[in-house]
């Protein structure tokens, strides 16, 4: 026995040696490793600021609880072994924190064959505090952050949200500049004791945290907030698919605004339809209407085919393509002006006056005027539109154009015409993004967008000038009158096409424009979608653009109005000849075989 006991105690001791002294590294680095965690530490998002500084999404510390279910019973022992009364013990200490009941969270803490069960997510720091204190054996806490956006629904579409999972960009700023929000996460290596929690002085950092750059947007929230409001009023009073209200500075191209409803809140995405999470201003492409004719009389008036007085005779139809025309409403022959021409809004007269511009001319006035491109913003899923080359102006499409119909635009686009009208000839294309701040702090301005002219400034303040009386007392859009300032706009009715129908189905309902006429410091564009209840621009758009803009004025404490020294005419001040060569007809037309 004694030789039989001295060699079990040989062999233990030969163990022993071999553990300790020739395989001394390598059992430790085992151990080591058993007890070792990488701990991924989440940056924090930078913030998205509006132009004075307020916030518009943000970033928070929380934190995800897990538990080890193999040892919450440890956390009441008897006679030194786990017991499931300690699983009750800590369904119950845990449940009034995590606001959960004690019977939903024990199925968690007993799974079987699991060593890592999340228990809760996105808990506040205060709260993780507490739970640490309670001293559960398995209960762990990770850090990890939450993006929460404090303007909830009136930014819901421009600012976008991210993915819960790993808070990437997934829609709006968050998913264009997401390379300078999410910054780098950061990685920790440390040991953890049996109970889960980490052992004291063995933590170390092996990459440190880089939180993502903080981005400043050219929108004003509070105006937001107030197109935001205005818009969806009338979206929901006339029962409309959706609305957009576009705010422009006139000299700087910025987005100052960028409504669309419906929207959806951000912090829960769990009630957001999908057709909503895009931004209507930048996604959604439709047919003008009748404020594309701003860009037919642009052409016109700078190719000195007509002047704001020239006499245009309006015939009761006007057969082309094989089609016989009509404008909106019956009437007989009417003797008018250019200028009566746009403020009545008549098809006829601006066919009449559009088919005098070649087609390639005409093309390429829209094209500067930013039809068929996407904008420099880079807002995802931006469309840019649709403009046919004017090889395919065949038929019917050759005179549509000229009024709005047969191409399509998004409401940014169709917002910078008018910016380019007010800003003098000059078009400057619309920026979203004053600049980011860098590591060091400093604010990093973006790049000016490049300005380019369109028209003559000559040509721009004639066009103007005949737009106010859009809103006179023979215009189209009484409604968007502002007392006493003048206001420059156009109404538009355009049939919207519907993809899923694959015709027309409906209309858009659109009125743009700025005021004081004479020194306008933003552009107002509202569209209204698919209206139940009428149809006609000036009545359903014109009262948005109204409220908008009058705050805009008061906010500015704009000077009123003095009278303008341009005076022109809706009607001709004579009976029109077809035989006067200096008056636009279907008669002069035939003569000049157009």
Not at 67 to 88: N, R
Not at 329 to 348: C, D, I, Q, R
Not at 520 to 531: D, E, G, L, R, T
Request: net charge positive; proline share 7%.
């Amino acid at each position: 026995m004694f030789v039989a006991i001295l060699f079990v105690f040989t062999i233990f001791a030969g163990q022993l040696l071999r553990i300790q002294a020739f395989d001394a590294s390598a059992t430790q680095e085992a151990a080591q490793s058993k007890r070792t965690t990488k701990t991924t530490t989440p940056a924090m998002r930078g913030q998205i600021l509006d132009t004075n500084g307020q916030v518009l999404a943000d970033s928070v510390e929380r934190f995800t609880i897990a538990a080890d279910p193999t040892i919450i019973g440890c956390f009441v022992k008897v006679a030194g072994e786990c017991t499931p009364e300690g699983v009750t013990k800590a369904s119950a200490a845990l449940a009034p924190l995590l606001q959960r009941s004690a019977d939903d969270l024990t199925p968690l803490l007993t799974r079987p064959n699991k060593r890592y069960v999340v228990v809760a997510r996105d808990v506040n720091p205060a709260i993780y505090r507490e739970i640490r204190a309670l001293g559960i054996p398995g209960i762990t806490g990770t850090r990890t952050a939450q993006r929460i956006y404090p303007t909830s629904m009136a930014l819901g579409q421009l600012v976008g949200f991210v993915r819960p999972d790993d808070q990437s960009g997934a829609g709006g700023v968050e998913q264009m500049l997401d390379t300078e929000l999410k910054g780098t996460p950061g990685v920790s290596v440390s040991e953890r004791a049996r109970d889960g929690y980490i052992i004291p002085g063995s933590q170390r950092v092996d990459t440190p945290v880089v939180n993502g750059r903080d981005v400043k947007l050219t929108i004003d929230a509070d105006l937001q907030w107030y197109a935001q409001n205005a818009l969806a009023k009338q979206v929901t009073g006339v029962g409309a698919e959706s609305g957009t209200a576009v705010v422009l500075e006139v000299a700087t191209g910025k987005v100052r605004a960028a409504a669309s409803y419906p929207t959806f809140d951000p912090n829960d995405l769990a009630d957001a339809k999908k057709a909503a999470l895009g931004n209507y201003a930048f996604n959604d492409a439709f047919e003008p209407g009748s404020t594309g004719k701003l860009m037919t009389m642009a052409a016109a008036l700078e190719q000195k085919v007509i002047t704001p007085d020239t006499g245009v005779i309006v015939p009761p139809r006007l057969p082309r393509a094989g089609t016989s025309f009509k404008d909106n409403e019956p009437h007989g022959v009417e003797n008018m002006t250019a200028t009566g021409v746009l403020a009545k809004s008549s098809n006829m007269g601006t066919m009449l006056i559009g088919e005098r511009v070649p087609p390639a001319v005409m093309e390429a006035y829209y094209r500067k005027f930013g039809i068929g491109s996407k904008t420099p913003v880079g807002f995802p899923g931006e469309s840019a539109g649709l403009l046919a080359g004017a090889k395919d102006w065949v038929s019917t499409r050759r005179y549509t154009i000229l009024f709005g119909q047969g191409y399509a635009v998004t409401a940014i686009q169709q917002a910078g015409v008018f910016q380019t009208i007010a800003n003098k000839g000059v078009r400057v294309p619309p920026s979203l993004v004053e600049g980011t701040v860098s590591d060091s702090g400093t604010f990093i301005p973006s790049a000016p967008t490049t300005p380019s002219r369109v028209v003559t400034e000559d040509t721009a303040v004639k066009l103007s000038r005949m737009m106010e009386e859009v809103t006179g007392q023979n215009g189209t859009a009484s409604a968007a009158r502002i007392k006493g300032y003048r206001v420059a706009g156009k109404t538009g009715t355009a049939d919207r096409y519907d993809d899923k129908l694959k015709r027309y189905n409906g209309f858009t309902a659109s009125f743009i424009g700025f005021a004081p006429a004479e020194a306008p410091k933003y552009v107002v564009a509202v569209f209204i979608q698919k209206p139940s209840a009428g149809m006609f621009g000036g009545m359903l758009a014109g009262p948005v653009f109204n409220q908008i803009m009058s705050y805009l004025l008061e906010r500015t404490s704009a000077p009123p109005s003095p009278k303008s020294n341009l005076d022109y005419h809706v009607w001709a001040e004579k009976p029109l000849s077809s035989d006067d060569p200096q008056v636009i007809s279907n008669a002069r037309a035939q003569r000049d075989g157009l």
